[in-house]
């Protein structure tokens, strides 16, 4: 069984940094694609950054220029560095793999990572 596993979520003060990492486990494939998604209080779910394996790289607009997506040297593994954070940035964030064949029409989620920016 496939399971996506986030750390690095906290507490900081706005300004200030944190690294996200997600670890795939029970993976017999490597993913092409992986991203990370956040969700705030009253919020939909919105993706924040992807990357796939060849190393293509994609932003929301709000975190252009601040958080940089990358890929493991480890099978399976993405960071979200996270930089000059705000206290709009405040989420739960989740890290997001879809199926290699499949694509989206299976995808995988991890359970989820909570970051807090205070002001």
């Known amino acids: 069984q496939v399971q996506l596993v986030e750390s ?3 507490l900081v003060q ?8 997600c670890a795939a486990s029970g993976s017999i494939f ?8 956040r969700q705030a209080p009253g ?5 924040v950054a992807s990357i796939t394996s060849g190393g293509s790289t994609n932003y929301a607009d709000s975190v ?17 560095q996270m930089n ?5 940035d405040t989420a739960v964030y989740y890290c997001n793999a879809p ?3 499949l ?9 989820g990572t909570l970051v807090t920016v205070s002001s």
């Open 30 to 37: 490597s993913f092409n694609a992986m991203g990370w998604y």
């Open 103 to 111: 694509g989206y029409a299976l995808e995988y989620w991890g359970k």
């Open 64 to 80: 252009k220029g601040r958080f940089t997506i990358s890929r493991g040297n480890a099978k399976n593994t993405v960071y979200l």
């Open 8 to 10: 690095g979520g906290g």
């Open 99 to 101: 199926h290699p064949l």
């Open 43 to 47: 919020k939909q779910r919105e993706l």
């Open 14 to 21: 706005a300004g200030g940094s944190l690294r996200l990492s």
């Open 84 to 88: 000059s954070l705000k206290p709009d």
